[in-house]
């Protein structure tokens, strides 16, 4: 499967834990997009890397969130000190961005990490 | 930031019904993008409109970009149980930004 791959699907941390999501892009793709869904909601935009570079974090909160995409391996989500509010479903994106052309590339998602915060 | 309205957030319809979502933005878009989330899926692409007054067609799904490059449609003819999901509408933020920003999507049911 030459999909989005996020682990783990559903992830249980107790308040105060650390979460941490796991995201390999498409094989060919550079670009990561971070997503976060509330039930009912629609999908809000957390932050948007390509490797080894934070480009956009303008949706992600300042404290306890943090993300990267190491030149070797996955992108990472991580969630410190969890409280209830985090629970959501993150969903992982990624795409392949054509510089000829000014249009936003398609993005290719993963099944997502639904985290429950206990 | 980039907002991008949608309506209705909710449509139940019966098998058979047309079916359409309207997509607003309060600056004009240089692309659109719509998406399908089936109930406990993940967002999956379906169609990006580029061009002013642009329509495409996917089978029973007609896609419309406004002339003005602010609004968008989806119109679903004849509805199947298959189409159940949310749909959403997504354009690019303001500046020329990678990110993409999403509408709340609609949720649709059909009635068998």
């Known amino acids: 499967n030459a999909g989005v791959m996020q682990n783990p699907r559903h992830l249980v941390r107790r308040r105060g834990q650390e979460a941490r999501l796991r995201c390999s892009p498409m094989?060919?793709?550079?670009?990561v997009y971070w997503y976060r869904q509330l039930p009912e909601e629609g999908l809000k935009f957390m932050v948007y890397?390509?490797?080894?570079?934070?480009?956009?974090e303008s949706g992600m909160p300042k404290e306890r969130f943090s993300a990267e995409f190491p030149k070797e391996g996955p992108s990472i989500l991580r969630i410190q000190q969890v409280v209830r509010g985090d629970s959501a479903a993150y969903f992982c994106?990624?795409?392949?961005?054509?510089?000829?052309?000014?249009?936003?590339?398609?993005?290719?998602f993963g099944n997502g990490t639904r985290l429950t915060v206990t | 930031g980039q907002q991008v309205m949608q309506i209705p957030q909710y449509q139940h319809v019966q098998e058979g019904e047309d079916f359409t979502t309207y997509c607003n933005s309060s600056?004009?878009?240089?692309?659109i993008q719509w998406y399908k989330q089936r109930p406990g899926g993940h967002p999956v692409f379906l169609i990006q409109?580029?061009?002013?007054?642009e329509v495409k067609k996917q089978k029973r799904l007609t896609f419309q970009f406004g002339e003005a490059k602010k609004n968008s449609s989806l119109h679903i003819t004849a509805t199947q149980t298959t189409d159940v999901g949310t749909y959403f509408c997504?354009?690019?933020?303001?500046?020329?930004?990678?990110?993409?920003?999403f509408g709340k999507g609609t949720k649709l049911t059909v009635n068998p």
């Open positions: 890397l390509q490797k080894e570079n934070i480009i956009d």
């Open positions: 997504a354009g690019p933020d303001q500046g020329g930004s990678e990110k993409l920003v």
């Open positions: 094989k060919g793709h550079s670009h």
């Open positions: 409109l580029v061009k002013s007054g």
């Open positions: 994106a990624s795409s392949q961005t054509d510089r000829l052309s000014s249009y936003n590339s398609p993005l290719h």
């Open positions: 600056t004009t878009l240089s692309n």
